[in-house]
């Protein structure tokens, strides 16, 4: 007994330590079933259908599994700060995170065997981060108080009815509201201005609301349009009424994110982690996130039709983009909260 359970802990290191384009999926499994546990941070059941992602690596593999849900900046800290005493395995960490982890040297390397099906933008090459799905910035459209939908930034400036973005400065979703609309008009991630001076003319019209494009907001009928991920509002959408509510992608611009799983390099069960990443990334696993009304990052997976008629046509993301230059985009939304006040609420009255 005590030689073939030494056997199982040799293995398991040895897969450790061996390079992920090496490893084979046979021999994972059989490490991940020995170590028998993954524990994830920031993937809590009710967020992308983690859920049966979780329940199916336990009927399949035999995975006990338990989360704690944080932020991505709180995911990274607690990897740095527990090290060699790590409860966590595996994190989902927001898009500009993923490079801030390898910064801060926490993570360990996995290509899921469909790495070539993500798309270079959207992963490191060395295969410490990878998105899973994305989302991307659209507009909610209540139909019942809105006679002429909008489907573009330019047809928002046109329209008469309220524009609710949120909190800019405070809300990760309302900053980029303010990103999205500089693709859409000639910015990016170093030059905000066209959307600060587009949000100023809204204010200037008194079109610019207050309020939250919160479901609860939505279902009261105090946001006329919102701007929000797509993810939120095809949720928000088929909760309240699907009847209700149009959701579309704006079709002069947008901004593309996403989430990426991060692999803890002091993970205590490394392989269950590994594996956990390899069934994200395969078909079952994309069509969970599907459910859960993320946009899975492989395009080529084929969603049942159910699934399918829950998300936007895919032809609607033509004109969305991806964050390149994350350095900028961090200091532009570290001067984004006074921006704001001095140039776009001083015309709110």
Known sequence: MKTLISRIVAASLFLCAVPSHAQSLDSLIQAARAEGV?????????????????????????????????????EIAKFDAEKSNASADIGDVGHAFGPIAVQKGVTQAYKPSTWNQIPAWAKDSDGHWALAYTGTIAFIINKQLVKNAPHSWADLLKGKYKVTLGDVGVASQAN??????????????????????????????????????????????????????????????????????????????????????????????????KLARE???????????????????????KLPADVQAKLLPLAQYKSAKPIHDFAAWEASTKQLPRAWQEQVMVNVQ
């Open 176 to 273: 980029s509201g303010v990103l999205a609309a500089a693709f859409a008009l000639g910015g990016n991630e170093k030059n905000l201005k066209p959307a600060l001076d587009f949000f100023a003319k809204l204010a200037q019209q008194k079109r610019l609301s207050l309020n939250d494009p919160n479901i609860a907001n939505l279902e009261k009928g105090e946001v006329e349009v919102g701007v929000l991920w797509d993810f939120n509002a095809l949720s928000y959408r088929d909760k309240i009424d699907r009847s209700r509510f149009l959701v579309v992608i704006p079709s002069d611009g947008t901004v593309v994110s996403g989430y990426s799983t991060v692999i803890n390099k002091y993970a205590k069960h490394p392989n269950a982690a």
């Open 38 to 74: 993954v524990n994830s941070v920031g993937m809590p059941d009710d967020w992308a259908d983690w859920k049966d992602t979780w329940a199916q690596l336990q009927q399949k593999y035999g995975l006990k599994h338990q989360d704690t849900d944080m932020s991505s900046a709180q």
């Open 279 to 301: 069934y994200i990334f395969s078909d079952a696993g994309q069509i969970n996130l599907a459910r859960g009304y993320a946009r899975p990052i492989r395009s080529a997976v």
